[in-house]
Each structure stands twice: as structure tokens, then as C-alpha cells.
């Protein structure tokens, strides 16, 4: 076989544009007040907002000993894999999902626009409480979340790089560690 | 999905790993963990069951550290390739911005590479997405194996688009890293 090979057969195409989350520094600072917010509030150990997708979107309290990359995955994992049974008998998805450890639990929630909220806790706080300050929350955040991604798309601000004028050095990176 | 977060100056990109079962997509993501310095690579997860088999997803986070001020990370996820595990792929695949199709270059694994193709098109279309209007490329795996399909047969067979394809070993790690620059590059291109 010799060297590894890649040959271009044809032309691609590639018209469509990526779908994204964008976000700027108005709507990221809202976002990230309330959760600090909603930390405070609950007296939870920490306070996560993830996508879907498994991108850690922000965090608060205390995660230094959380590898917040996996937490984000396999919330959102988590949080799929529940939607499907949850599709099998009859329901759309569910809304909140809890997990009870022996010293910390998990409570997630859903909001719009395949956002979810993460909440570790201890016995700082009760179930009862994180559940009520997390369903405030939601409904600020939700508003918040909509206002960002509900309308047309974000221009990009002005001062702000474009992605594709550093997709190039993006490119010499890649060549750089992949050889 | 890639998230472009201006605030905190971070790209994410997913990237999934699609193919039939034991056509070496695991196997890629684990020659890519062994290869990568500490500081790029996060923690390897693998979901899989007791005989070593993909059950969810494999997931490896590939940090390209910061260009031009934007810590530039890619998502790896694979997806179960075992027939029954389909509602599993589907969940991995939502969101990909770019698929490696993994197909096995074995004679006898000829209709497993059709029927996962066809399923990558179905799953893709429960998301109202062509497999054409997405940046994938094809990596024909196992080339040192005996009673091989020629590339001829397999681009004839999987590749009607004519995407770029690539020829790997992945045990060896052959054509393992020229794959995955090749899509992440694809992506890039198109933000």
C-alpha cells in the first residue's frame, strides 16, 4: 500500500454553512449571572449549563476536581439517551432528571433550545431546594436563551475576528500536530 | 454542533467516527489518544461493554491550545457500529460538523459497509440533513488484511460523491492522523 493515500475524486461541495452556537459577550454575561445566581441561591457544590451536544457552555462553584469536558458529555449523553425512553412510553422527553449519589447528586433540567442546566449538590442543600431555585432559574434563563437564539442569526460585532479569517491558522496548526 | 463562544474565546468542533461494527473506529480514536502529548489530548471515555464493544460512544477531546486567542478544541465521539445499537448512533450523530465513514476493506464485510452507509443517510434525514450537505470524508480500513475489495470496488461501492477517501491501517496508526486533519479541515473551511 505504500504511504497512506488520499486522493480528491471530484469536486466538493460544501454550500452549507455549519450550524453553530454563537455567542457574544452581552448574552454570555447574562447567562453567566444567573447561574452564579442560581449557585448561590441553591447552596449547591456547582452549577453547569451544557448543550446538547455536549458543550460546556459556563460554570460556578466549585469544579476543580470535576473533569468539566466529560461532565459535559456525558450530561448530555445522559440527558439523550433518558429522552429516548422516555419517546417509548409516550413522552416527548423529560424535563428534569435526578441522580442520587452517596455524598453528591445531580439534577439536571432542560431548557430551550437544547441547553440543559447541571447541578451537583451536597448535603448543604435539600433536593426540594435545588428543584425550586433551578426552576426560577430556568424560566430567566430560558427568556435569556431565546432572546440570544430566537431571532435571526448574530452578526458578528465589529471589533470581533471572523472564524474564517483564522481558519487558516487554525489549518497550520492542525498540520503542525498532525504531521 | 460547533459552538463559537466570543465571551470566553473557545471553538468547539464535533467530529464522529460512522462505519459498521468492528470496522476499527474505536480503534482510530485510541491510536490518536496514544499519539497525542498530554496537554492536547482530555480524558479518553469509552462506553463499551464487557466483551469491549462500543455500547454508546467513544469520546476524546483534542485540544489544539489557543490560535489567535481562541482555545480551539475537536470533539471525537464514535458511534456503536453493532445493527441494534442504532438508537444510540443517532443520539451521537445530532450535531456532528463533520463524519469519518469508517468502512471495512474486507471482501466479506462488503454488504456491512452498504448497510451502515444506508444508515448514516436515514439517520441523518430524522434531522432533516443530507449526507451531502455535511463535510465527511471515507477511510477504507484494514488494507493488510487478506481478500481485500480494491479501492476501485469500494469508491464504486460507497463513495457515489466522490469525497475524499483514505487508505489505513489503524492499528498501526496508518492513515489514523491524515483522516482526521483532512476533516477537521473541511470543517474549519466552512465556518
Known sequence: MGSPVAKRAGNQRLNMLIDRIKLFESGFQAIKENIEKLLQQSDAKAVLLVDRDGNLITNAGETERVDLESFATLAAADFAATSQL??????????????????????FQ????????????????????????????????????E??????????????????????????????LFG | MALINYATREINVKIVYYGPGLGGKTTNLRWIYGKLDQNTKGKMITLATEMDRTLFFDFLPVDLGKVRG?????????????????????????????????ADS????????????????????????????TPYVMQYNKRDLPNLMTVAEMEGLLNPERVLYFESVATQGIGVFDTLKEIAKMVIRKF
Open chain 1, 86 to 107: 422516555a419517546e417509548l412510553i409516550g413522552e416527548q422527553q423529560f424535563h428534569t432528571l435526578y441522580h442520587q449519589g452517596e455524598r453528591d447528586h445531580l439534577y
Open chain 1, 110 to 145: 432542560a431548557l430551550v433550545r437544547n441547553i440543559i442546566i447541571a447541578v451537583i449538590f451536597d448535603q448543604r442543600t435539600t433536593l426540594g431546594l435545588v428543584r425550586v431555585r433551578v426552576k426560577h432559574a430556568a424560566e430567566t434563563l430560558s427568556k435569556i436563551l
Open chain 1, 147 to 176: 432572546d440570544i437564539f430566537g431571532g435571526q442569526e448574530q452578526a458578528v460585532p465589529e471589533e470581533e475576528p471572523r472564524i474564517k479569517d483564522i481558519s487558516k491558522d487554525i489549518e497550520d496548526e492542525l498540520d503542525r
Open chain 2, 70 to 102: 481562541f482555545q480551539t478544541r475537536f470533539h471525537l465521539y464514535t458511534v456503536p457500529g453493532q445493527v441494534f445499537y442504532n438508537a444510540s448512533r443517532r443520539i451521537i450523530l445530532r450535531g456532528a460538523d463533520g463524519i469519518i465513514f469508517v
Open chain 2, 106 to 133: 474486507q471482501r466479506e464485510r462488503r454488504e456491512d459497509n452498504i448497510d451502515s452507509l444506508e444508515n448514516l443517510r436515514d439517520n441523518l434525514a430524522t434531522f432533516n440533513l443530507r449526507l451531502s450537505d
